[in-house]
């Protein structure tokens, strides 16, 4: 389940809602170590096993998804040595998920049992971060925390210096998975600020982009752009569609196409959390 894309980087599967190649967790290895979100609460067990052995300095949540920060909870417990670091406005969630459960419970309840309970971090274990702020893992791999509203307002990507890998979280979309939908989950997707922080993420110039859907890519600079198009495209494409019908309507004429049409559950129920997100996010007069 690990695969090293460069001397101080893993890739570690979490095999998330039980498929191989949809949920990445990243390993990164200096002095000191941090992981790069954590996976499912039901996809834990699986990642501590792989992360048996390895002291883990931090674990760097780029947001309160639970298929991001489910696990936290339990891998912070199976690693007492490390600090939880996120986004001021996904700490309180980490400490506390009962409001993430009941959004997702509320929001995709057949998608739930997937993603398993997740449990809390303790308070004394969670640091916020800064927009800007600097990891020194030492080794010369650091990392840059960098603020990325859009696909959630809470959301951190994390950039490596030296190898000029941007840890995109879920902001510059899917790679190489059967949903090729861009994330515009709920509750609170935002195209404009999506646009702006691919237009930040851009500035820094990576090489690569190590997608948590999934792997490590190249040609991070097209892809950011390719992105931006489809998002406006995706959104754009919504909005016709609501303006002559129901978004229940919405839903089911996207689906019904191809590959949706002919996907697993979990990927249709992936698929309709980006277009009921996409929904949720238009303005109220194109309804
Ligand atoms: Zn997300």
Known sequence: ??????????TLDADQFG????????????????????????S?????????????????????????????????ADHPEATVVAHPRTVPHLADPTRLEAGVRAASPDLFPYYGRPTAVPESRLRACTDGETLDLGRGVVLD???????????????????????AGDAVGHHA??????????????????????????????RTI??????????????LVEYATALERWIGRVAALRSHMT???VVDCILSEPPYGEMSS??????????????????????
Do not use: Q
């Open 44 to 76: 834990a067990p699986r990642l501590s096993a792989a992360l048996r052995g390895v002291r883990l300095d931090w674990i760097l949540i780029t947001h309160a998804h639970l298929d991001h920060a489910g696990g936290a909870g339990l891998l912070a």
């Open 247 to 249: 978004d229940a309507e």
């Open 145 to 167: 925390a960098v603020y990325s509203p859009g696909h959630a307002s809470h959301h951190v990507c994390w950039f490596e210096r030296e190898g000029r890998v941007l840890f």
């Open 1 to 10: 389940m690990t695969r090293r894309s460069c001397a101080h980087l893993e």
């Open 177 to 206: 998975v059967p949903v090729n939908l861009p994330l515009t989950v709920p509750p609170r997707f935002d195209l404009e600020k999506g646009l702006a922080t691919l237009a930040v993420l851009r500035s820094l110039e990576p």
């Open 19 to 42: 498929e191989p190649g949809t949920g990445a967790v990243y390993l990164l290895r200096g002095e000191r170590t941090a992981l790069v979100d954590s996976g499912t609460a039901r």
């Open 266 to 287: 979990v990927g249709r129920h992936v698929a309709r959390l980006c277009i009921t997100g996409a929904l949720a996010s238009l303005p109220i007069e194109a309804s």
């Open 210 to 223: 190590a997608f948590a859907h999934f792997g490590v890519a190249d040609r991070a600079a097209d892809r």
